[in-house]
C-alpha cells in the first residue's frame, strides 16, 4: 500500500485560508464594510508596506533605527481598529459617505493613513540611499510622528474634543 501526505506547506495555506476568513468576518462584523473598514484597511496596508521596505535595508544601523520605528508605528494598529470599531458602532457604514458627527475622526485618519505611506516612502528611499546616511532614519522618525500626532487627534475626535 502507497500512502501519500500533503506536504506541511499546503496544510498551513489551509489553515492560514481559514483564519483569514474568521478574520475577514470579525472585521465584517466590528468595522462594517464601509468608510471605517477602508479607513482601518489602509492603516494596516501601510504598516504592511513599512515593513515590506524593511527587507530590503543593508546598513545595520539604519536597519536598527527603522525596525524601532516600524514597532511604534506597529503598535498604533490597535487603536486605529479602536477607533474604527468604536466609529462603526456609531454610525455604521456599508457605503462611502462621512457621517458629519464623525468628519473629524474620518479626517484625521485618512490623515494618518497618507502619513503612513509617505513615512514608508521615506524608508524606501534611504533604503536606495548609496553610502552612509549621515542622519540616519531622521526624516522618517519626522514623518512617523505626523501619524501618532493624526491617531491621537482621532481618539481626541471621537472623544468628543477638538484641537
Request: a neutral charge; one cysteine or more.
Amino acid at each position: 500500500m502507497i500512502r501519500t501526505t500533503v506536504p506541511d506547506s499546503t496544510c498551513r495555506f489551509r489553515l492560514g485560508f481559514f483564519s483569514a476568513a474568521r478574520q475577514g468576518r470579525k472585521d465584517d462584523a466590528e468595522l462594517g464594510k464601509g468608510l471605517w473598514r477602508r479607513a482601518h484597511d489602509r492603516f494596516h496596508r501601510g504598516l504592511d508596506r513599512f515593513h515590506q521596505v524593511l527587507e530590503g535595508v543593508e546598513d545595520d544601523q539604519l536597519y536598527g533605527e527603522l525596525v524601532e520605528i516600524a514597532n511604534e508605528l506597529a503598535a498604533l494598529l490597535d487603536r486605529v481598529r479602536a477607533v474604527c470599531v468604536e466609529a462603526q458602532r456609531r454610525s455604521p457604514s456599508d457605503g462611502l459617505d462621512i457621517p458629519a458627527a464623525l468628519s473629524g475622526v474620518h479626517r484625521a485618519l485618512s490623515k494618518a493613513g497618507n502619513s503612513l505611506a509617505t513615512t514608508a516612502e521615506a524608508a524606501a528611499m534611504l533604503r536606495l540611499a548609496v553610502g552612509p546616511v549621515p542622519v540616519g532614519a531622521a526624516s522618517v522618525r519626522r514623518r512617523a510622528e505626523a501619524v501618532f500626532e493624526q491617531v491621537a487627534d482621532a481618539e481626541r475626535h471621537l472623544a468628543g474634543e477638538t484641537s
